[in-house]
Structure formats: C-alpha cells, structure tokens
C-alpha cells in the first residue's frame, strides 16, 4: 500500500481521531496506510515524526493528521536527510552476508570489502562491473540476483554453473560474451539470493553495501566508491 501512494506529496486524513504517542502513531499508520511500521522517531523538524515503513519513510504529526511523502531538505545545509536517514536505517550487519553464495574476486591485498546484488541484464550492473574492474586492494562479493526477467535467471544459473564463475561473470557483464554453458547444477543458492534480497527489500539493482553495512541503491560513480572504501 505505502509504495503506491509514494508518488504523492501529502495525504490528509482530516476528521480522524488524534493520535497521543509514537505507539499510536505507529497504530495508526499501520491501519491508515496498511504498512508494517519499524520505528517512529521525531525527524527534529517541523515538529513531524519519520515513521520507517515498508522499507520507505513517511513523516507525519503527533496527530498523524496529515501524511508527507518525499524528501526532507534541511533548509540550513541543503542536506537531503530522508536520504542520509534511509541509509542508515537500511544498514545491515556486513560479516552476516551469505558469503558462500556470492562471486568472489580479490584484487591486490583485497583488504576493503564491497558486496554488490546484481542481475546479468541490468545496464547500470554493467557499468558497475567495468569500473569494479578498476579498484585494486578490494574484495569483491557478487550476488546474483535475477529479478528482471526469466533470462536474468538463466544467464544467472548458467554464470553459476561455470566452472569459473568470476570469469563467466566478467566475460559477460564486462566483455559481453554471453554465457553458454550448463545450467543443471546445483543453482539453489540463485534463489536463496532472491528470497535473501526480498527481506532486505532490495527492489533494484545493483544494490550496493559497504563493510559498514551502509546500502547504496543503484549505480554509484567509481570516484565514490573509492572514496566511500577510503574512509
């Protein structure tokens, strides 16, 4: 339900009871908007409260008379803090990623860490993979998440099936040598990724997380990926 009504700016619910506290905030977006609410905190602006929700943030009044969807600029800094929020309330705890089901390449003392869900016929994962081909002293864990089409899976499964995964991938995503071979193995951990990724909400690709377990939905320019593996 919250999804759909992402693209409004404001929700009215005049007329409806007030609401005293967070816990009947929390109830009370969870009937209005039919959304599973994971935490309600004061934004520290306009007197709204973020409601994190459905993997999305809402803001509403004490008495979630009114809902508001979108960004919140901070008006000193020009800071986009739904966004600097969201990374941080959709954080994971790195070291418990499946390794075991993901691509591994380390370059040079592969001491930094980056772990990327991507699906074999997303563009923006292509161009992911041809600027990961460039970082030296890096780990690398590819998930193969097919969720765009029936062919995302079968090139996924055929990638898996390699008896040199790594290379199977790169020749694909970076040289555009289609994969050819068997695809009958074992490929469970394909849709173990797929199952993984829906409880992340990971809803695109490429999804990007760093060792802190900050999330980076989307492509991410190689310049900011060095830095961002600097720090």
Known sequence: MLRKLLPLAL???GGLE???????????????LGAKVESVTKSGYLGLYEVFADGNIVYTDDKATAFVFGPLVDGKSMKNVTEER???LTAIKFGELPFDRAIKQVRGDGRRVIATFEDPNCGYCKRLAKDLQKLDNVTVYTFLYPILSEDSVRKSKQIWCSADRA??????MVDGKAPSGREDCDTAAI????????RLNISGTPTIFFADGERVPGAMPLAKI???LGK
């Open 191 to 198: 849709t173990r990724n797929q199952e993984y990724g829906r």
């Open 11 to 13: 929700l009215l619910a």
């Open 167 to 172: 290379r199977a991938w790169n020749d694909w």
């Open 86 to 88: 969201m990374r941080k």
């Open 226 to 228: 060095e830095q961002r």
């Open 18 to 32: 007030a609401v005293a506290d967070e816990a009947e905030i929390r109830k009370a977006v969870e009937s209005r």
